[in-house]
């Protein structure tokens, strides 16, 4: 048998296998449409022909063959690459090193739902390639009868292509944190994990009894690597001080919390921390490469603010 025909037959299956999942993942979505909308017009959308989202003024946003939907208005070059989202999603996969924040979320989750039989929502602002969302909603759903629905954004195309690519059953979409394609108080949750925030959108979006759950590191996140990459000792020291203050301002504040605790990571995990995280930008590539070791441990610190729309 030639190899052309068995390598045509090949990309056959794989285009195939491609536009089953598009159609799963667009399908998912037509169930939950109601949230959308327009961030052209801000009119109601609903899925046409399992190919594109289109609202009552016919704006157009079409399916990408991984099943997310592009809803920016204007091209915005991320300095985020495919292999940083790479390396982080590697990251998850490979260690435990996110696995006591993921829960500590999906537990302040828990205790909110309590015996409520609705479904909920989630919103992920800034989910970069989906592995936190994908997490937690795992956690909420196998602990809880009732379904809680995964909804992630970022303003990155490469982050949420590698998500729908990955995590089945959430809608994925690339949009602008600033101007969400969502109609007002459409979700239970808002998780914002080491990402910028737009507090208007926030409460735009929250349930009137929802709640926002905000990441923000702490003095001693990722120490061992700030203290070996800078060039300025400075730099080594970190206050989140005026994020809280501008947390607390928009939102009562539930509860804040600190989650802090260190991680032994072997070479492999030690190599996708140094690509995943913007504090390599700013130093020089033998820094770099001498602090990947054998392993080393390393150290997360984090503040969680817990907070609601204010009465």
Known sequence: MPFSFIKKRMNEVTSLLQENKRIMNVSFVRNYESIFACP???????????????????????????????????????????????????????????????????????????????ASSILDMGCGEGSHLDTICNIVNSEHSHKVIGVGIDLSKEGILIAAKNYSEHIWA????????????????????????????????????????????????????????????????????????????????????????????NKSS???????????WGTTEERVKSFIKDSAQITIDFDLLVGKKQV
């Open 40 to 118: 052209i017009c801000h009119s109601s959308m609903k899925v046409s022909d399992l190919k594109s989202l289109i609202c009552l003024n016919l704006h157009t946003f079409d399916f990408a063959k991984q099943g997310y939907i592009n809803l920016t208005t204007r091209y915005v070059k991320s300095k985020y690459s495919k292999e940083l989202f790479e390396a982080r999603r590697k990251l998850f996969n490979e260690s435990d090193f996110f696995e006591s924040l993921s829960q500590t979320i999906a537990n302040v989750i828990k205790n909110h739902i309590g015996k409520t039989k609705k």
């Open 174 to 265: 690339v949009a602008d944190l600033a101007n969400t394609p969502f109609k007002q108080a459409q979700f239970d949750y808002i998780v914002n994990i080491l990402s910028p925030s737009n507090y208007a959108e926030f409460n735009r979006l929250l349930h009137e009894d929802g709640l926002v759950i905000k990441v923000v590191p702490q003095s001693g996140y990722l120490i061992e690597l700030r203290e070996h990459l800078s060039l300025k000792p400075e730099k080594t020291s970190y206050s989140n001080k005026e994020i809280v203050e501008r947390f607390t301002e928009s939102f009562q504040l539930v509860d804040i919390s600190r989650l802090s605790y260190k991680a032994r990571l």
């Open 270 to 280: 030690l190599q996708s921390l140094v690509q995943m995280t913007p504090l390599t």
